[in-house]
């Protein structure tokens, strides 16, 4: 059986060969199904915590007075499994961009693999960094104005599952809303589009995070708007920042 080197010519840069695309994809399958694995196996390990995680959470935001509720027999089960989920996620964050490096390495040029190895990193910091965000600003205004106001006029009888899920998707939210600096820059270096056509845009781009805003909060005094805002400017300003040094 021919090794697999032998079956292309050599070309492109050092360490990279043709090969036949089932192989390319037989290799990504490979690198996928690690990382599934490693994400299952964090799920399961972080499991047995989830639930304390959860009554910390509740606490945090909504109080031990306020009551847990429960709709169905699974309910706090599929909660505990999206917890233990997110968890698996940010474990693997870091595992996944790896192997799709070393998936891709093989063909990137040497200036191209530094630029890569340094912009995961950031990316990674920029993710926790929304993260934070959405948990000591975006969550709890979402439960003071949406969830603890209805008590002044209902007795408040709240779903855990739809809790926690309203929960992760602010997380996870944030987190990609914070990769606007880390896409502005990749897309600049790889010439998808020029700095100063982004400087142009600001009028137009400024309006849309508005009007955004506007829809993403509740409150009624558009200080927390006005605010959601001005990060999102902020991070568009940064992005045009580190465009600059490309």
Known sequence: MKNEKDIA???GVDGDYNEPALLHLTE?????????IAMFVFMLVSYPVSGYI??????????SS??????SPL??????????FLLAIACTFPFLFYEMFRFAARGLY???????????????????AGAIVSIHFIMPLMFKYIILSSDTVAESQISVKQTISIAVTLIAGAGLV????????????????????????????YTSFLTFALFLSPDPTFIAQL?????????????LLFSRFY
Do not use: D, H
């Not at 306020?66 to 709709?71: L, N």
């Not at 100063?196 to 781009?205: F, G, N, S």
């Not at 605010?227 to 992005?239: H, I, P, R, T």
């Open 28 to 36: 990504l399958r490979n690198r996928l199904l690690v990382v599934i």
């Open 178 to 205: 914070f990769q606007i600096p880390v896409i502005m820059f990749f897309a600049v270096k790889m010439k998808l589009i020029r700095r100063a056509t982004l400087r142009k845009m600001r009028i137009v781009v």
């Open 54 to 63: 959860m009554k910390y959470v509740w606490n945090m935001f909504l109080g």
């Open 110 to 128: 040497p200036n191209e693999r530094r630029f890569i190895r340094s912009i995961v990193p950031v990316s990674f910091i920029f993710f926790v």
């Open 75 to 84: 309910e706090w089960v599929y909660a505990r499994l999206e917890v233990s």
């Open 9 to 11: 010519n050599k070309t």
């Open 227 to 239: 605010v959601c805002a001005c990060l999102l400017v902020v991070l568009f300003e940064v992005g």
């Open 66 to 71: 306020t009551e847990m509720a429960v709709y």
